[in-house]
C-alpha cells in the first residue's frame, strides 16, 4: 500500500500542473495513467500540433507542452504509474482506498480526477460474434511477438502502427495488411517499405477493404474482408492484428458513486470537489456552468483543487497563501537555491 | 440558420435548426442528439462524431480538411460518404441537410 496525501488519476497537462500546486502547499501526491507515457491528449492526439492559447507561451506542441511541465514539477519527484488504470475506490475511515488494474494500492486523504474524457483504450473490430476469438488469435496489441514465428498474420489498419508491425512482422511470418482505403496515413519511409515488401512477394495488401466475418471453432481459421463494391474475399489466417488508434473510455469512474452529466463530473467552483468529499475533478472531465474545455482552465481548476485537498491532508493546520516569488518556504520545495 | 436532419440508428429522426458558423456535430450535441460523442470537442482528433451524410447532399458540403480522411479511419465502420460532423459549418446552403448516425461511435 503506497501512503501519500493526494491521488491524481490522470498525467496529461492538466494532472501534470496539479502536481506542481500540490507540491509548492507541501503535499505529496502520486499519478497513475492508463497510457505508457506522461502527457495525456497531448501526447496521445497530437504530439506534433501547435497550440496557441497557452498563456505566455505564443506556440508549442503537445510534446513541448509536456516537457516543459514535466521540467517544472521535477523538484518534486513525483512517481508516476504509467500503463494501469484505476479500477476501484472505497473510503476508509478517513481515507481514500484505491486499487488499480495491475494490482497497485494507494492509500491517500483526497483523489484528484484529472481523467480527460476518461482512459485511451484500443479501438476494436465492430465485428460480430468475434469476442470468443479476442486476446487469444485476434489482438489490439503485441505483447510477445514470437508467438507469430511461421504463422500467418493479417493486419487491419493504415497508420504507422499497422504499418511497423506488418514490415517488422514479415521477416518471420506471411503477413497480409489490409486497409479501407487506398491511403496509408503513415510515415512515407513506412509507407514505401511496406510498399517495396509487396514487390517482392513479403507482404499481401489489400486496400478498400474491411472485416467482414470471422471464422474457426476454437480458433481462427479464416477471415473474410470486404470491399467498398461489396465483394467478398476469403482469407486463410492464424491471427487477426486490428490497429486502429486509440479512442477514450469514461471506464470506472462511471462506478465509483459520483454525479455524472453525460462524461462529465459536476463539481463546485472553489474547489473542484465533487459530490464525494475528497474527490476533487478539474480538467476536461469536470463541469460547471460556464466551463471551457482549455488547458488554461485546468491549470486554474487544479491551482484551486490542491488548495481543497489541504484540509484533508493536514486538519490541523491553517492553509496559508504564498507566492512563489516571495516565499523561502516555498522556493525550498521548488528546489531553488538561493 | 438551416435545418438539419439527424437519423439515429434506430431509425428515430430528430430536426433542429441550427446558426449559421456552428458544425453539425455541436447542434447535435446542444441538442442532446444521441450517438454523437464528440469526445475532443471538435479538434478533429478522436473520430467520435463520424456521421453518414446523405448521399445527394455529399457532394455539396466543402471538401474535407488534411487530417479528417486520417480520422475517419479510426471511426466506426466509415464509408464513401462519411464525414467528421466537427467539420461541417452551418450555412443557409445546408438547409435540409440530413446525417446518419452509425451505430456506435470509435
Redesign the interface.
Known amino acids: 500500500m503506497i501512503k501519500t496525501d493526494t491521488l491524481i488519476i490522470g498525467a496529461g497537462p492538466v494532472g501534470l500542473f496539479c502536481v506542481h500546486q500540490l507540491g509548492i502547499i507541501g503535499l505529496k501526491c502520486e499519478v497513475v495513467d492508463n497510457l505508457d507515457k506522461i502527457g495525456g ?1 497531448c501526447i496521445e ?2 504530439p506534433d500540433k501547435p497550440i496557441y492559447d497557452i498563456p505566455a507561451v505564443p506556440e508549442c506542441t503537445g510534446e513541448e507542452l509536456t516537457n516543459n511541465l514535466i521540467e517544472q514539477i521535477k523538484a518534486f519527484k513525483t512517481n508516476f504509474h504509467l500503463n494501469e488504470r484505476v479500477e476501484e475506490i472505497k473510503k476508509v475511515e478517513k481515507k481514500w482506498i484505491t486499487k488499480t488494474n495491475k494490482g497497485t494500492k494507494f492509500e491517500s486523504s483526497s483523489i484528484i480526477i484529472a481523467a480527460g ?1 476518461g482512459s485511451f483504450e484500443p ?1 476494436k473490430f ?1 465485428t460480430k460474434e468475434i469476442d470468443k476469438f479476442v486476446e487469444k488469435q485476434i489482438l489490439y496489441s503485441i505483447k510477445d511477438k514470437k508467438i507469430f514465428k511461421d504463422k500467418t498474420i493479417c493486419i487491419f ?3 504507422d502502427s499497422a504499418l511497423d508491425w506488418a514490415i517488422e512482422l514479415s521477416n518471420t511470418s506471411k503477413v497480409i495488411l489490409v ?3 487506398d ?1 496509408f ?1 503513415g510515415m512515407q519511409a513506412s509507407i514505401d517499405k511496406a510498399n517495396q515488401l509487396k514487390e517482392e512477394g513479403k507482404i499481401e495488401i489489400y486496400t478498400r477493404y ?1 472485416l467482414d466475418s470471422v471464422h474457426g471453432k476454437e480458433k481462427v481459421e479464416s477471415i473474410n474482408i470486404k470491399h ?1 463494391d461489396k465483394t467478398i474475399k476469403e482469407i486463410k489466417t492464424d491471427y487477426v492484428l486490428g490497429f ?2 486509440l ?2 473510455q469514461l471506464g470506472p469512474i462511471a462506478e465509483w458513486g459520483l454525479n455524472l452529466d453525460k ?1 462529465t463530473i459536476p463539481v463546485n467552483t472553489e474547489s473542484f470537489e465533487t459530490n464525494k468529499e475528497g474527490i476533487f475533478a478539474i480538467g ?1 472531465i469536470c463541469s460547471y456552468p460556464g466551463k471551457l ?1 482549455l488547458i488554461l482552465s485546468g491549470f486554474h481548476e487544479g491551482a484551486l483543487a490542491a488548495r481543497g485537498c489541504f484540509k484533508y491532508a493536514k486538519p490541523n493546520e491553517k492553509y496559508r497563501f504564498e507566492f512563489t516569488t516571495s516565499s523561502k518556504t516555498v522556493k525550498s520545495r521548488l528546489g531553488v537555491k538561493e | 440558420m438551416a435545418k438539419v436532419t439527424y437519423i439515429e440508428n434506430n431509425g428515430n429522426s430528430h430536426t433542429i435548426e441550427i446558426a449559421n458558423g456552428l458544425s453539425v456535430m455541436e447542434g447535435a450535441v446542444q441538442n442532446d442528439i444521441p450517438g454523437i460523442d464528440a469526445d475532443c470537442g471538435g479538434g478533429m482528433a478522436c473520430a467520435t462524431c463520424h456521421v453518414y451524410v446523405k448521399e445527394e447532399w455529399f457532394n455539396k458540403l466543402p471538401k474535407k480538411e488534411d487530417g479528417e480522411e486520417d480520422m475517419l479511419d479510426m471511426s466506426h465502420e466509415p464509408n464513401k460518404f462519411s464525414r467528421l460532423s466537427c467539420q461541417v459549418l452551418i450555412s443557409d446552403e445546408l438547409d435540409g441537410l440530413t446525417v446518419s448516425i452509425p451505430s456506435k461511435q470509435g
Request: aromatic share 8%; no cysteine; charged share 40%.
Open positions: 491528449q492526439l497530437y474524457v479501438r465492430s489498419g493504415g497508420g486497409h479501407r482505403r491511403d496515413r474491411q467498398d486502429f488508434g479512442i477514450m462524461k476536461d474545455k
